[in-house]
């Protein structure tokens, strides 16, 4: 993984559509090899975009509404 925001940002969206639908936040910072602070600040940026959002019951990030408009234009998009 590359050391900018942006790929680490990157990085964090790959773990949720490649690996594992929900993660918390310890458990994914191990996952990318992340400080949990670093990653929690990602995680917040992610999910005022709602790029992601929290389960508030597990207190576990899953994709957000936003991914899913997103994935569904592209899609759209690239069967026409």
């Known amino acids: 993984m590359n050391n900018n925001s942006i790929s680490k940002a990157f990085a964090v ?25 670093t990653l929690h600040r990602i995680l917040t940026i992610l999910r005022d ?20 408009r997103l994935s569904t234009n592209y899609k759209k998009n690239i069967d026409r």
Do not use: C, H
């Open 13 to 37: 969206l790959r773990a949720f559509i490649d690996e594992q639908p929900q993660w918390g936040v310890n458990e994914l910072a191990r996952y990318l090899r992340l400080p949990p602070s």
């Open 49 to 68: 975009e709602n790029l992601l959002t929290v389960d508030e019951q597990t207190k576990r990030y899953k994709i957000g509404t936003e991914m899913i």
